[in-house]
Nanobody
Framework: EVQFVESGGGLVQAGGSLRLSCAASGFTFDDYAIGWFRQAPGKEREGVSCISSSDGSTYYADSVKGRFTISRDNAKNTVYLQMNSLKPEDTAVYYC????????????????WGQGTQVTVSS
């Protein structure tokens, strides 16, 4: 059974930092790009960032470039999202999920995800 367990969210003031973790199980972790999407109340899901397994390539949404850094530890089946210089508009539930990485591009598979972790940034 494919499972994702997200953690690390919380309440932080604008300009602060959080580090999200995503522990995955139930599939061959090394075979997949893994990343995050977020969803704020009343808004559509937004792809935030992902990282390939094959060559470590990364993707960042324009809204988080320069502030967020994604990394993965294949030995621990875990992906991390370091979020710095947080803004109120980053407030959302963050979910970890599988992406597809092919020919240098990332595609939204998003077939499984966890319960999410809430990130709230106060102004």
């Amino acid at each position: 059974e494919v499972q994702f367990v997200e953690s690390g969210g919380g309440l932080v003031q604008a300009g602060g930092s959080l580090r999200l973790s995503c522990a995955a199980s139930g599939f061959t972790f090394d075979d997949y790009a893994i990343g995050w999407f977020r969803q704020a109340p009343g808004k559509e899901r937004e792809g935030v960032s992902c990282i390939s397994s094959s060559d470590g390539s990364t993707y960042y949404a324009d809204s988080v470039k320069g502030r967020f850094t994604i990394s993965r530890d294949n030995a621990k089946n875990t992906v991390y999202l370091q979020m710095n210089s947080l803004k109120p508009e980053d407030t959302a539930v963050y979910y970890c999920t599988r992406w597809e990485y092919s020919s240098g591009s990332f595609y939204r598979t998003w077939d499984y995800w966890g319960q999410g972790t809430q990130v709230t940034v106060s102004s």
